[in-house]
């Protein structure tokens, strides 16, 4: 059994900050990429950015220079630091991590939301 649980997520003003984490737990044999998605009201998900298991980044291009993904292999866990909001960066934001338990494949996390507005 392996589960995918984010935090950091809340209400901030236009300009703020915000950092959210994921960390994975239960069975697993090997991580391998981890990343960010995101779904706003009335929208598809769409990609917000991603990390290989040595480091290798990439971002939407909506969100490259505000934001950065980072992980800790050690712990399973992988951050996304949030800067420069805008009003269109709200959203449910779900963790991704692709590895391998009893099997390979992805997991998403239960998402958690992400609020920006004065």
């Known amino acids: 059994q392996v589960e995918l649980v984010e935090s950091g997520g809340g209400l901030v003003q236009p300009g703020g900050s915000l950092r959210l984490s994921c960390a994975a737990s239960g069975y697993i044999r090997v991580m391998y990429n981890m990343g960010w998605y995101r779904q706003a009201p009335g929208k598809q998900r769409e990609y917000v950015a991603g990390?290989?298991?040595?480091?290798?980044?990439t971002y939407a291009d909506s969100v490259k220079g505000r934001f950065t993904i980072s992980r800790d292999n050690a712990k399973n866990t992988v951050y996304l630091q949030m800067n420069s909001l805008k009003p269109e960066d709200t959203a449910v934001y779900y963790c991704?991590?692709?590895?391998?338990?009893?099997?390979?494949?992805?997991?998403w996390g239960q998402g958690t939301q992400v609020t920006v507005s004065s």
């Open positions: 990390i290989t298991s040595v480091g290798v980044t």
């Open positions: 991704n991590a692709n590895l391998l338990s009893d099997l390979r494949r992805n997991y």
